[in-house]
Structures are given as structure tokens and as C-alpha cells.
């Protein structure tokens, strides 16, 4: 079953004549009428019927129209757009980052690199999401490049670290520990927590090991994946968070309290695919990000 039998197939069920479908493709009749008969043959069902000196679709036809045309469409527009792509705009960076860096340090990033004059021409297309989705579309070719948290076992992904979180404690300005000019990981964890989810990684790990040290059972409440959602579900509630301490903060009412005995980091990587070799302007934009200073953009 061939992509152009299938399509021979969805013009002769518009047509409903033979020859007025193969005109219309620029095939012979002979061989618009052998594709048809090799679909039945494989199928196992007729496709059409005779209808005077036209055809028309058996009931097993229309079943099958019906589910070919659409996709049909689907794959012909995604073929047109990647042609309109490739021409309009042939240097493209596909690059996925966490949801936290799109409020500062990507924009301020992308800015600075294509206002160079040798990369203004480039186009970026841009992915969010948490890090093993990145390290999936990396894998897959969906991405150029990205910036996450580590990921273990991806012996595949080159991990380049190139920025530092400190872990610090969030909470709603009317808890207990608001005033507070710092807190040990014990007391903080005798509070309902609110924490990261399995699929953020490596942010979930640290939580666990901090959690792991005090000696403490956590009372977890809820998952997220990222830093925003923990924070606006930490307003008006007793419960305390462990997050980085991120610009995204700032947009959030909660008080962040530095802790007593813990200096904990959570690092950020430039990851790419080490078997695959970057495009010029992908490898450009890597140089660039390795060679940024990144302190002031988190």
C-alpha cells in the first residue's frame, strides 16, 4: 500500500470514471485501474462498484475514504508547509527550553544573538516543556538544541552545565515561616509541601535528597512541573515549596526564605545530540549561548 495508490484511490472515489480520474493524475487507465486492484487485493474487500458508466464506492469504499482523504490532506500540507519553510526561511534553530526561561533569560538571549548582523537572517522555532520532553525531542530531531535539567541515562545527550539555582523555600506571606530570615529543611518540612512531579527529573530528585537528609516523612499535597504553578498554589495556604530561586518569582506574592543548612544548587544544561552534527546556524547559536554570561538573565 503505497502512498500513491492511496491517492489514485481517493481521486477515482471524487471522479467516480476511470478515465476521467486517470487524466486527471497523468497515469494510463490500465495502471490507475492495477493500483485499485492491488488496494482490494490487499484489503481484502471491493472499493468500488459500477454504477452505469461510472463507479462509485462500496460500502467498505466509504469506510475507507473516509479515513484516507482526511489523512491525505494532513500529510499534503505538512509537505507544503516544509517546502514554504525550507525557501522562506532556510536557517532555522529549533530550541526547546523550560517553561521558567521564557520570561528572561530566552528572550533576552535570542535578542542579544540575532541582533549580530551574521545572524539576523536566522529563524528560531521554539518548543516549552519540562526536561524529559526536551531530551525526547532532541532525540528525535524535533530539536536542534535545549536547555533543561539533567537527565540520567541519556548516554546519548552531551550535558553542558552552564547555569546555577539555589534552592531556596517559598511561602505565602501569612505563614508561619513568612518573618522568618531563615529556616532549617526540618522545621520547613514539618509543613505540607508542595513539590515537583516524577517527570521534571532532576528537579524532583533534589527535593527528594533534601527531604532524605532532614529526616523527615513529607506530607506532599501536589505535583507540578514547573515553578509558577507551585507558587500560585502555595497563596493563602500553610504549605512550603522547595524551588529554585528564579526570576519568575518576582510575579508571585509568596516570600522566599534562604535555608539554615542546606546549599543546594540546581543546574541547568545546554544539551544537545552527540551523534548529530548542528547546522551552521544551530552551532552558531550553541558557541554563542556557551560563550554568554548568563548570571544576571535567570
Known amino acids: 500500500m503505497t502512498y500513491n495508490f492511496l491517492s489514485y484511490f481517493v481521486k477515482l472515489a471524487q471522479l467516480e470514471h476511470y478515465t476521467q480520474a486517470s487524466e486527471a493524475l497523468y ?8 493500483a485499485i486492484a492491488k488496494l482490494e487485493e490487499e ?3 471491493s472499493l468500488f462498484m459500477k454504477n452505469g458508466r461510472n463507479v462509485k ?64 537572517k536566522y529563524h528560531f522555532i521554539f518548543g516549552q516543556a519540562h526536561s524529559r520532553i526536551i531530551i525526547e525531542g532532541i532525540k528525535n530531531g524535533t530539536y536542534d538544541l535545549g536547555i ?6 541519556e548516554y546519548d545527550i552531551e550535558f553542558v552545565p552552564i547555569i546555577r539555582q539555589r534552592l531556596i523555600l517559598i511561602v505565602s506571606p501569612d ?15 514539618s509543613y505540607p509541601l508542595i513539590t515537583y512531579n516524577s517527570f521534571t527529573g532532576e528537579s524532583r530528585r533534589l527535593v527528594d535528597e533534601i527531604i532524605s537528609g532532614a529526616n523527615v516523612k513529607a506530607n506532599i499535597i501536589y505535583e507540578f512541573e514547573e515553578e509558577s504553578s507551585i507558587a500560585a498554589m502555595l497563596e493563602g495556604s500553610q504549605a512550603v515549596a ?21 546549599d543546594q544548587d540546581r543546574k541547568l544544561y545546554l544539551v544537545k545530540a552527540k551523534s548529530k552534527k ?20 535567570l
Not at 497515469?27 to 492495477?34: A, M, N, R, T
Not at 505563614?175 to 518540612?189: F, I, T
Not at 516570600?255 to 542546606?262: T, V, W
Request: a negative charge.
Open 57 to 120: 464506492l462500496t460500502q467498505y469504499g466509504q469506510i475507507f475514504y473516509d479515513h484516507v482523504a482526511p489523512a491525505l490532506t494532513q500529510i499534503n500540507s505538512g509537505v507544503e508547509l516544509l517546502k514554504q519553510i525550507s525557501t522562506e526561511t532556510p536557517d532555522i534553530i529549533h530550541f526547546a527550553y523550560l517553561y521558567i526561561l521564557g520570561h528572561s533569560l530566552v528572550p533576552r538571549l535570542v535578542n542579544s544573538f540575532i541582533e549580530l548582523p551574521r545572524h539576523s
Open 278 to 297: 548542528l547546522s551552521k546556524p544551530s552551532e552558531a547559536f550553541y558557541q554563542f549561548i556557551l560563550n554568554s554570561d548568563l548570571t544576571d538573565n
Open 43 to 45: 484489503l481484502g474487500v
Open 27 to 34: 497515469i494510463s487507465q490500465p495502471s490507475l485501474s492495477y
Open 175 to 189: 505563614h508561619p515561616l513568612a518573618s522568618r530570615p531563615q529556616v532549617s529543611a526540618k522545621e520547613a518540612l
Open 148 to 153: 533543561c535539567a539533567f537527565v540520567r541515562e
Open 242 to 262: 522547595i524551588v529554585p530561586e528564579v526570576s519568575i518569582l518576582d510575579h508571585s506574592p509568596v516570600k522566599r526564605i534562604p535555608f539554615s543548612d542546606i
